[in-house]
């Protein structure tokens, strides 16, 4: 057998079977970008030949890191509202004086596709350096056909700038455009924006943001309808402010995700577990605006409702480029243990996007996106808050500068 590159002399987490899926003693095998073999390297087929070798030195080699919830291709800066929350002013104030969604909406609508990618790149850039090797990315930020569009042509264009693989969510159901009327604008969502996106391949999933401040169910169901006759995936950003049933609504489409879920019900949880919808904690959001009430994790461990985590990298509710940090605040904040943290950026994060047959575990077939650490143990991953002790990433069977 002739592989591309080896990896050899290395300890796994493959995030396959029970736990984290430990192997020691492991090699990896890498052809044409996917993974030939992951096992003990006691077991490598016979006569295995590699164009190239790397000793790991018994470092740590997990399944590249999957931040399956961000928004991060917008224009602007809010550092003035957090500055007016330290002021007593809250999230709420400040959206019904017009900042908020909206101030990034006007700076997002004036930006250039070129300068939406300009302005994304750092942001990338910052979850690369800790092991990200797929990033989902949510327009919303346009609330008009064209606008949208753009942020997800520029969402598309961070994958070629970068060795990454970018998953782009249409969330034109985000806000009701300032000042628009909410009748038409869904129309235009669902009549104009959805076709489009599909028909240009533009997005693979649609979001709506289900809230009292934001789209009701029925409206949410509307757009859901309609993009799933186009064939996409759909996701929800549910329970965020209050339960309003959030969950329930993504089971009834089995959407692949649904996220945040501070308030969501014992039955939300119930419902999710038989539709298989992960739960997406986003700690980010929760510390942000100073939320108290937590997502009930105790009731997703027990229906079995998947978790992942993810940053929601956002301008307003969560200015957080480090999916290394959310793992380890959905630890301190929401009590997962570190194993779930893990698996909720790496299998379970896979499965929020449906690529879970392309990602997130180290298996034969699957890409061979992978994080090698400088790590005694796993745990160091997200139990240290700053620089990642990384030492290299692999993005389709190639290492990265
Ligand atoms: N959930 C959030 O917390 C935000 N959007 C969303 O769907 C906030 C986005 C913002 O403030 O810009
Ligand atoms: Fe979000």
Same mark, same amino acid.
């Given at each position: 057998?002739?592989?591309?590159r080896? /990896? ?6 493959t995030m396959?079977g ?7 003693a492991?090699?990896i ?17 016979l ?12 470092? /740590?080699?997990?399944p590249?890191?999957? #931040? ?8 602007? #800066? %809010? ?11 809250t ?22 596709? &070129?300068?939406?990618v300009?302005?994304?790149?750092? %942001? ?7 092991g ?35 998953a782009? *969510?249409?969330?034109?159901a ?7 009327d ?20 533009l997005?693979?999933? @649609? ?10 169910? #029925? ?5 859901f ?6 064939? +996409?995936r ?7 402010l209050? #339960?309003?049933?959030?969950?329930a609504?993504a089971?009834?489409?089995s959407?692949?995700s649904? &996220? ?7 039955e939300?949880?119930?419902? +999710?577990?038989?539709?298989?919808? @992960? ?14 009430c ?7 461990? %027990?229906?079995?409702?998947?978790i992942?985590?993810? *940053?929601?990298?956002?301008p307003? *509710?969560?200015?957080?480029?480090s999916? %290394?940090?959310?793992?380890? +605040?959905?630890? *301190? ?11 909720? +950026?790496?299998r ?5 996007l449906?690529r ?5 575990t ?10 090698i650490w400088?790590?005694e ?6 139990? /240290? ?11 389709r069977?190639?290492t990265?500068?």
């Amino acid at each position: 057998v002739q592989v591309d590159r080896l /990896w050899r002399n290395a300890r796994l987490a493959t995030m396959a079977g029970e736990g984290l899926g430990i192997v020691e003693a492991g090699a990896i095998a890498a052809r044409n970008g996917r993974i030939a073999f992951a096992g003990r390297e006691a077991e490598l087929p016979l006569g295995l030949r590699a164009a190239e070798t790397i000793d790991c030195e018994g470092r /740590w080699i997990t399944p590249g890191l999957i #931040d399956c919830h961000t928004h991060l291709v917008f224009a602007g #800066d %809010r550092s003035d509202e957090f500055e007016r929350r330290l002021a007593g002013e809250t999230y709420a104030d400040i959206a019904r004086a017009g900042g908020g969604i909206a101030a990034t909406v006007r700076a997002t609508r004036e930006a250039s596709e &070129d300068a939406l990618v300009a302005a994304a790149l750092p %942001r990338v850039d910052a979850l690369l350096a800790e092991g990200v090797t797929t990033i989902e990315v949510k327009s919303g930020y346009g609330l008009e056909t064209g606008a949208e569009l753009r942020q997800l042509r520029a969402a598309r264009r961070l994958g070629r700038e970068r060795p990454v693989s970018i998953a782009a *969510t249409y969330l034109g159901a985000h806000a009701v455009p300032p000042g628009g009327d909410r009748a038409a604008y869904l129309r235009s969502i669902v009549d104009e924006a959805l076709p489009r996106i599909a028909e240009e391949r533009l997005a693979e999933a @649609v979001d709506a943001f289900h809230e009292t401040i934001a789209f009701t169910a #029925d409206e949410t169901a509307a757009v859901f309808e309609v993009a799933q006759r186009h064939g +996409m995936r759909v996701k929800l950003h549910a329970d965020q402010l209050n #339960d309003n049933g959030g969950a329930a609504l993504a089971a009834r489409f089995s959407a692949v995700s649904a &996220d945040h879920l501070e308030y969501t019900s014992e039955e939300g949880a119930a419902a +999710m577990a038989r539709a298989g919808t @992960v739960a997406v904690i986003l700690p980010g959001a929760f510390y942000v605006l100073k939320e108290t009430c937590k997502p009930p994790i105790e009731a997703f461990r %027990r229906h079995g409702v998947p978790i992942a985590v993810a *940053t929601d990298l956002n301008p307003g *509710t969560s200015p957080i480029a480090s999916l %290394r940090l959310c793992g380890h +605040m959905a630890c *301190t904040f929401f009590g997962l243990t570190v194993p779930e943290a893990l698996l909720g +950026m790496t299998r379970h994060a896979a499965r929020a996007l449906g690529r879970e047959a392309d990602i997130g575990t180290l298996e034969a077939g699957k890409s061979c996106d992978l994080a090698i650490w400088n790590v005694e143990r796993p745990a160091e991953i997200v139990a /240290w808050i700053g620089p990642a002790p990384l030492h290299a990433r692999v993005w389709r069977g190639e290492t990265c500068p």
